[in-house]
């Protein structure tokens, strides 16, 4: 539940099931693992050379956090944990 203004998550590593693009959903077959520096070579192919943002919706992701700004994010039954680096 995100409350005050928007919310933005850096993060350093995304991973999860592939459920949907651009609000249509797509069969749970495809699991994803994007960084910054690496994406899958079949979604650059389809839009990494165009420069298009596509919103992607994801089901069981885990999430490497660089930080966050703006907006207060509650997640009830959450357990976070920090890791030195």
Known sequence: MLRGDNLTMYVES???T???VEDIPTPPVLR????PD???EWLYDTIGKLG???QLSLN???IDQAGQ???KLVIPGI???GTPR
């Open 14 to 16: 995304l991973t999860g």
């Open 18 to 20: 592939l459920a949907g």
């Open 32 to 35: 994803l693992h994007l960084t």
């Open 38 to 40: 690496t994406v899958p």
């Open 52 to 54: 298009l943002k596509l």
């Open 60 to 62: 069981d992701a885990d």
């Open 69 to 71: 700004t703006g907006g």
């Open 79 to 81: 357990h976070g944990y």
